[in-house]
């Protein structure tokens, strides 16, 4: 007579999850670097950063924002700098500014 005793309680993982996620935006990716960021001047070659992004020149670690004409560093996160300068209130307020001026100009040309 043998008796042996299987107590064993197997957990299995409740593999069956189906789900259907939406558009998920928002990726924080920290990023520790010891040195600082600096400028790039393959940003200027982005149209978008183009039209009000200028390079420092005297500091390397700032960029020009000549819709605002406001120096700001960009020596925490480089591009992600820029990004949060354009999020700035003031930013959006000069845009549109800068906006209506174009579009002043676009008219005054088309008058041709
Ligand atoms: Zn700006």
């Known amino acids: 007579m043998s008796s042996s005793s299987q107590d064993e309680i197997i957990e299995i993982p409740n593999s069956s999850s189906s789900s259907t996620s939406s558009s998920s935006s928002s990726s924080s990716s920290k990023v520790n670097k010891r040195y600082q960021s600096k400028f790039k001047k393959e940003w200027l070659s982005h149209s978008y950063f183009s039209t009000f992004l200028r390079e420092c020149k005297t500091d390397?670690?700032?960029?020009?924002?000549?819709?605002?004409?406001?120096?700001?560093?960009?020596?925490?996160?480089?591009?992600?700098?820029?990004?949060?300068?354009?999020?700035?209130?003031?930013?959006?307020?000069?845009?549109?500014?800068?906006?209506?001026?174009?579009?002043k100009i676009y008219h005054y040309r088309c008058f041709c």
């Open 60 to 103: 390397q670690t700032k960029a020009l924002c000549i819709t605002c004409n406001l120096q700001f560093s960009i020596k925490n996160s480089g591009l992600g700098d820029i990004n949060n300068h354009i999020r700035t209130k003031k930013h959006q307020e000069c845009t549109k500014s800068a906006e209506a001026n174009m579009c």
